[in-house]
Each structure stands twice: as C-alpha cells, then as structure tokens.
C-alpha cells in the first residue's frame, strides 16, 4: 500500500538521488534538502526552484508515494541535521 510523502528526510539523507549527484557529487547529504521548522517537515529545494523542478519531479516520481512505507522515520518528524 504506498503512502504519502511526509517529508521525514529519510530518502534524501540515507540515499541522495541521482539529480544531487549530478549536480553536487557524491556527498553524504544533498545542499539542497533543508528542515523547515515552520511546516515540521523536509522540503527539497532542487523540487521547489523553478529552473529545476519539472525535471527533478519527473525524475523522483513526485506525487506518487513513499518508497519506504514501513520506515520509522515516518512516524518521528524531526529535524535529523545533528544526528
């Protein structure tokens, strides 16, 4: 059964997609994955720039579900940068 994305950064921070990686290299955290604090949620700025984003949703099958359902993360929000 696929689930909505909640934004928990789970995806972002243990795997950067292939758009990071052309873009940024290999690195263990994507620059653009960021917590928003107001939303309590990780948003994802290649997806919200509008020079990227058709081409960057296409590519990560937005809108069509976590990949990871059953993944804690889901169920504990939170801002993980010092983790």
Do not use: F, I
Not at 26 to 37: G, V
Not at 45 to 54: I, K, Q, R, V
Not at 62 to 81: F, H, Y
Request: glycine fraction near 8%; aromatic fraction near 8%; proline fraction near 6%.
């Amino acid at each position: 059964m696929t689930k909505p994305c909640v934004g928990c950064g789970w995806c972002c921070l243990t795997d950067p997609c292939m758009d990071s990686h052309r873009r940024y290299g290999y690195l263990r955290r994507c620059p653009d994955l960021r917590w928003d604090e107001a939303q309590g949620r990780y948003l994802c700025d290649l997806m919200l720039n509008p020079e990227t984003a058709a081409e960057v949703r296409e590519g990560q099958h937005e809108g069509q579900g976590c990949c990871a359902p059953l993944n804690a993360w889901r169920d504990d929000l939170r801002n993980r940068d010092n983790d």
